[in-house]
């Protein structure tokens, strides 16, 4: 098969097009022909090795996907060669920079065909991070203030209609050419992060969502009221620790599971969630897109289309 890997860590020149061979399906397990995969901002972290350095190369990067079952191990039933499905890698597993990906089943959800294997691959990952986010960990409620951080990307794309779809005002930062797309999906105030000091204008939020890390981090904290919580999904592995007693600081633990991928499904069904704008890429481009991503200003997500 063709594929993305990396032989060493390093820069988005060590990201090669070339042949590896194809996976098998071991039990309860699949393999999927994949049709788009998408590019996630943790996946220039490990090419460089700055996140999850590896020992084994070869290395094939990628998250999540989209395509079509092509075999089917032992002891999986609910699923059959030719169905349409996407998926997000198990903890710990990549491998989607490529023509197939052998798969626990379970974690596999379908793919129904209103979707397409673009907009699929771009929903996976970053729809079961706002969920997770927004419903499990922050869990939002009509009527609540939340500020996302950070809300032209990928994720926080989903998690402003996901939090609009529950009933509650959303207030927003992102840069001025950011504005329009933010307002299309739902935004009810936005600030442009580069002229404006979000701690000046916000204060009193039920619930932060942080999907941008750095300096802002700790300032996020600021805004909320007394009882207030803050999910951080772009601040390490640990919940950053308060400066301030009375609020909770909360870290999603996003696990993979089908019944959340089902969910995405039935909310982009009855029209609670758009598609975050894509731009697309072949997969032969990775390294185009890894530098996209890695300079942190494009909107919404950038997908690799694999066939
Ligand atoms: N399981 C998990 O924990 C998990 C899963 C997925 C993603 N993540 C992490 O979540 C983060 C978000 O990922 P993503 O793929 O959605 O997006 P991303 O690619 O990391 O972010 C791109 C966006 O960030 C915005 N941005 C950059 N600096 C900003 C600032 N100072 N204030 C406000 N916005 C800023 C940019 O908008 P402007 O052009 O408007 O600045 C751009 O639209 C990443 O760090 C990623 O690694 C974690």
């Given amino acids: 098969m063709k594929a993305v890997f990396i032989e060493r860590h390093g820069g988005p020149e060590e990201l090669k097009y070339g042949v590896l061979p194809d996976p098998a399906a071991k039990r309860g397990e699949v393999v999927v022909d994949i049709h788009a995969a998408s590019v996630n901002g943790a996946d220039w972290k490990v090419r460089s090795g700055e996140s999850y350095p590896q020992t084994k190369f070869p290395y094939v990067l990628g998250r999540d996907f989209s395509g079509v079952v092509s075999a089917v191990g032992e002891g999986v039933e609910d ?26 089943a379970s974690i596999v959800a379908r793919k129904p065909a209103s979707i397409s294997h673009v907009d699929a691959a771009a929903l996976a990952l970053a729809g079961l991070t706002a969920l997770v986010s927004i419903e499990d960990t922050l869990k939002l409620r009509a009527g609540e203030t939340i500020l996302i951080q950070g809300g ?53 939020c039920d619930a932060v969502f942080h999907t941008v890390g750095g300096d802002v981090t700790q300032r996020s904290f600021a805004v909320l009221k007394p009882g207030g919580r803050a999910a951080f999904i772009a601040s390490g592995a640990q919940a950053p620790k308060p400066a301030r007693g009375e609020v909770q600081s909360l870290r999603p633990q996003v696990g993979r599971d089908r019944p959340h ?47």
């Fill in 152 to 204: 032209a990307g990928g994720v926080a794309s989903i998690a402003i209609q996901l939090a609009k779809h529950i009933g509650a005002r959303v207030i927003t930062t992102a840069s001025a050419a950011n504005h329009a797309y933010l307002r299309g999906i739902g935004a009810d105030q936005i600030i442009d992060y580069n002229v404006q000091d979000f701690t000046e204008t916000v204060s009193g």
């Fill in 261 to 307: 991928l089902d969910r995405i499904v039935e909310l982009v069904g009855k029209g609670a969630l758009r598609v975050p704008e894509i731009t697309r890429f072949p997969l032969s481009e990775a390294a185009a897109a890894h530098k996209v991503s890695q300079a942190r200003h494009f909107r919404g997500k950038l997908v690799l289309q694999v066939r």
């Fill in 79 to 104: 699923l059959a060669v030719g169905d349409e499905v996407f998926a997000v890698c198990d903890v710990g597993q990549e491998g989607a920079y490529a023509e197939k990906i052998a798969i626990k």
